[in-house]
């Protein structure tokens, strides 16, 4: 395929991309959604556990479940599917798009563009931790679909470093399949996964979570055969004498997921924070052609989010396309007090919004505040749960007469 | 004439590729999985320019030779390298006099093209250096290469000029009869043979005690490195050196060949016994980032993506140990600390000169040749030629790993070519070797290592025997 021409590109097939492409060609848009896998659905399809769905669908589906209905509404919808189709680069200039595929090289020239193709997770290399390099050593997503997809058990006992929601699911898929999860290892003072993973894959498990723990050394020629922990400071710096030994032959890391940006991040402004491009309330980056949404933008928990970004993020393409999508005279949201990651990266005035933002660590109560537009109450902030504020389009008219908005949370 | 090679790094494999120039037959001995996996798989990669070395050792002369042969070398065996250039940095007025003297050095060593470069003219190359650079020794010949590449490259070039190559057998004794070497013995069988090459790495003192010699006496030297992501290419553009001080070149910052930035060696003496002590340390570590902060003050250590250590095989005349011992037919390429690498190409070519002339009727062969083709690398590819590559193979459009754009046509033509395990086809392909370290692709080559070769996914390893992938299955 050379120099195919289309109003909208999405690219990457996950809840995002598919929300997206969906959006896009009903909204009348000659849409082509590129995947890189065989099947649409991205991280959903290993995610075989429930607990997806609950605000879209009303109910609780499992991973793959939601990905199957996200599908049939989007095969409705007219859009073009090309699978087993990965990206090789984007060229901003034009732009043009070039993708591999086993039916041959592909050229597209797309009017606007929505980049969906996820996070990453970060390579154990990156923690520099000291040691062998035996095998036996997993991030979290690649252990998962060695036993949800491929049915295959990493080892016999495990220890899981970091708490983030996909290394508690796999302590409890492990356990399930009868590996013995020796210990689960947080850095930090408190879990970096939502409470329900805690209590629901670990507690009642009996699987013990150390706090304030990490692993100092790795051991073991060619098969993992333990890891040194240790006890860490509030800074993370090791305590003395603090060491133990537990044997295992299988490490798995959750220790963190980073939105791709790859093609990406030569052009496009990223967020310091997020990691992700900066996007205003429409979903559209710094680069008037390109949006983009879901775990690219930054890590999301919840499901049905990203794929109503998506939507969002497909019809704001679309009409960008169409030329029905005026230049945002954006209003930036800046950072204040307590806030981590910080969704969109600017308002348009007019146009509702939803802010989605992370608290650094826990508070059992707190202010959420978007400058003098809208303050509320929040019960329990946790790290692991993204705090979400609507702008209804009345309060987004005031921001017109606002230089930017400074988003903020006090305890209360 | 039958001739044993004990050890398939880079240096055992070149001599191998050398030896089946001329009539007879060459065994290769290999106790690993795969070709390449001791020393040669953890080191810099620098095909070094041959100023550092002493004029009176081996290693200098060696290395200048070795130098002068990569290119032609990497064109006949289709792997990647890269003459970079390098720097020696002069950071305090103390270094000044170090980089006349190494200039001195390198001239009498032959090392062509020396030249101090002013401090204008080192940061307007290297941009990212320590600004606080007084002058640079510019040495244009210094290249970088990927050392495991170029050992696989020359085993299969050498399998298709006559090679018998055995992995996974190890040597476990020599049978010397009258200062004559007779045989050589693994668990797997007796071979008799006219000679043997000893190119056993960190373990050829093991293998010299086998034919009852006391040479070499080796000890291991670790250096550790970390290894940045590919986002960090154009940090250094060539290899920068410190000024030398003591027993090593010094923590450098370099490019690797497929635009990562290596940071790293240090040099840690460790004792004889200590072979397989790869493993890397919180000093190690650390040191290393000082080291080459010191190079290069805004390191984008974020990007890291592994860290690995190597060890060098030392020995206390600090030399290699090259030609034939004092058992008739016993060869040594042994001792081969830094420029072992460099030195490999050169060596090869005496050597296996000095083993067949040994032989009386020495004959080269009519059909040797010296060229072997590489995997096709779709991502360097021309459009044209990838396309083509595609309509007969689809698996040449199927990317299996994202961040190095891997295919699965690549990754079945390594294992055609004789990938067993998860590292034999990283080590050929790069697949698994980019930013997310095989996160989203080891699941997926395992699937084609058992696919391809007829096997369970618990029967495929890692790094061969010990090093298996999954341990089980989910319950039906
Ligand atoms: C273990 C785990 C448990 C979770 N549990 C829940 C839960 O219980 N409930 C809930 O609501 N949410 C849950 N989530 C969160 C939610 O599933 C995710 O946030 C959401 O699915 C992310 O969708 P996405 O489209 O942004 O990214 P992805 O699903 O990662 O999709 C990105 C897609 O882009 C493709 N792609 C990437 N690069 C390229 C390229 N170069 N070319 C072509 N295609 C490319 C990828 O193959 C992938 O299909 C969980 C997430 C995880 C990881
Ligand atoms: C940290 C570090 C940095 C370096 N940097 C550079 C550099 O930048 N440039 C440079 O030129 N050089 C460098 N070197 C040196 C270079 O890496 C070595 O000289 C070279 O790789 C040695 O290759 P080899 O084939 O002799 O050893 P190896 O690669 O170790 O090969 C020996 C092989 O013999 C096998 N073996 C051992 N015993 C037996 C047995 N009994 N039977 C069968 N097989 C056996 C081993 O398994 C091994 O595969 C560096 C070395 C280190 C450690």
Known sequence: MRGVKVDVLVIGGGAAGMGAAAAAAREGAKTILIERNERLGGVLEQCIHPGFGLHRYREELTGPEFAARLRGELESSGAELLTEATLLDLDPAGPRVRAASPKGLLQIRPKAVVWACGARERPFGALRIPGTRPAGIYTAGLCQRLVNIHGLLPGKRAVILGSGDIGLIMARRLRLEGVEVAAVLELKPFPGGLLRNVVQCLEDFEIP?????????????????????????????????????????????????????????????????????????????????????????????????????????????????????????????????NVLHLVPSALVPGEEATVFLRVPRPFPRVKVSLGGLISRNHLGARPAEMIEVKVPPGASKELSRMPEVRVEVTPA | ???????????????????????????????????????????????????????????????????????????????????????????????LPLLEELRAQGEENGVPGLEIHSQEEVLSREPNVNPKVLSGLWSPTVGITEPWAVALAAVENALANGLELHLSEEITGIRVEKRQVQEVKTPEGRYPVDAVVNAAGLFADHVAAMAGLSEPVLFPRRGEYVLLDKAAEGLVRSVIFPAPSGKSKGILV?????????????????????????????????????????????????????????????????????????????????????PGLTAAPAIARWLACEVMTSELSLKRKGSFSPIRKGIPRVAELPEAEWEELI?????????????????????????R??????????????????????????????????????????EISQKGAGSPLVGGRVRP
Not at chain 1, 215 to 238: C, F, I
Not at chain 2, 438 to 450: E, N
Request: hydrophobic share 40%; charged share 25%; proline share 7%.
């Open chain 1, 209 to 337: 979570l150390l706090l304030r723990h990490t692993v100092a050394e790795v051991h073991g020629k060619r098969r993992l055969s333990g890891v040194t922990v240790v006890e860490v400071d509030e800074g993370g710096k090791p305590l003395p004498r603090t060491d133990r030994f537990i044997p295992c032959d299988t490490l798995v890391l959750s220790v963190g997921l980073i939105p791709e940006v790859r093609a990406l991040e030569s052009f496009a402004p990223l967020d310091p924070v997020n990691r992700g491009p900066k996007v205003n309330a429409w979903l559209q980056t710094e680069v008037p052609w390109l949006f983009s949404a879901g775990n690219s933008v930054a890590v999301f928990d919840l499901v049905d989010t990203v794929a109503a970004l998506g939507a969002r993020a497909g019809v704001a393409a679309a009409r960008y396309a169409q030329g029905e999508l005026p230049p945002a005279r954006a209003v930036p949201l800046v950072r204040g007090e």
């Open chain 2, 1 to 95: 004439m039958r001739v044993a090679v004990i050890g398939a790094g880079v240096v055992g494999a070149l001599i191998a590729r050398e030896l089946c120039r001329y009539e007879g037959e060459v065994l290769l001995f290999e106790r690993e999985a795969d070709v390449g996996w001791g020393v040669t798989k953890a080191n810099s990669g620098i095909v070094h320019g041959g100023f550092h070395d002493p004029p009176s050792t081996i290693r200098a002369r060696f290395c200048v030779r070795g130098n002068a042969m990569y290119e032609g070398l990497c064109r006949e065996l289709n792997v990647p390298f890269l003459r970079t250039g390098a720097y020696v940095l002069a950071l305090s007025k103390e270094e």
């Open chain 2, 254 to 338: 370099l490019p690797t060949i497929d635009g990562g930035i290596l940071l790293g060696p240090t040099a840690e003496d460790l004792p004889p016994e200590a072979k397989e002590a790869t493993e890397t340390t919180p000093e190690g570590l650390s040191q290393v980032m000082e080291g080459a902060r010191r190079l290069v003050p805004k390191l984008p250590l974020g990007q890291a993506i592994k860290t690995f250590a190597g060890l060098r095989p030392e020995s206390p005349q600090k030399d290699f140990i090259l030609g034939e011992s004092p058992v008739k037919g016993f060869y040594q390429a042994a001792a081969m600390r830094s």
């Open chain 2, 391 to 415: 309509r007969k193979d689809p698996r040449y459009g199927r990317i299996v790993c994202f961040c190095n754009k891997v295919t699965e046509g690549e990754i079945v033509e390594a294992i």
């Open chain 2, 417 to 458: 070519r004789g990938a067993r395990t998860l590292d034999g086809v990283k080590f050929r392909t790069r697949a698994g070797f980019g930013r997310c370290q095989g996160a989203f692709c080891t699941d997926r080559i395992l699937a084609i290592l058992a696919r391809e070769l007829g096997r369970a996914p618990e």
